[in-house]
């Protein structure tokens, strides 16, 4: 393949296809344990109750528990991979083993999201 710009378009849209094919492909579980809360700015901060205290048989006075709040920080972390191919590779038509490489790729980031 010529290193043109639009081959190169044309590579690169196709490995994007196949990262996105493994991505949606992959059933992510973080769901199962986890609330999804969108974030907006580079951290966020949350408050939450701590300890409910348990209910009890109401015999006598009332006894009057107390509530304790905790919070904690989490900040926003970015991550990214890059990879290189060898433009040998490009050049002889020998880059048809990249797509499910990047496939794959795509299914990794899905499960560790």
């Given at each position: 393949m010529e290193?043109?710009q639009?081959n190169?378009?044309?590579?690169?849209q196709?490995?994007?296809t196949?990262?996105?094919?493994?991505f949606q492909?992959?059933?992510?579980?973080?769901?199962?344990?986890?609330?999804e809360?969108?974030?907006?700015?580079?951290?966020e901060n949350?408050?939450?109750?701590g300890?409910?205290?348990?209910?009890?048989?109401?015999?006598?006075?009332?006894i009057?528990q107390?509530?304790?709040?905790?919070?904690y920080?989490?900040?926003n972390?970015?991550?990214?991979?890059?990879?290189?191919i060898p433009?040998?590779?490009i050049e002889?038509?020998?880059?048809g083993?990249?797509?499910?490489?990047m496939?794959?790729?795509g299914?990794?980031c899905?499960?560790?999201s």
């Open positions: 290193l043109i639009s190169l378009s044309g590579l690169f196709g490995f994007e196949a990262f996105n094919k493994g492909g992959a059933q992510s579980r973080y769901k199962t344990v986890e609330m809360i969108p974030s907006t700015t580079a951290e949350y408050g939450w109750l300890s409910i205290p348990a209910i009890r048989e109401w015999l006598g006075d009332r009057v107390s509530l304790s709040i905790t919070g920080q989490i900040k972390r970015r991550f990214e991979v890059t990879v290189g433009r040998e590779k002889d038509d020998q880059y083993i990249y797509g499910p490489i496939e794959k790729m299914h990794k899905r499960l560790a």
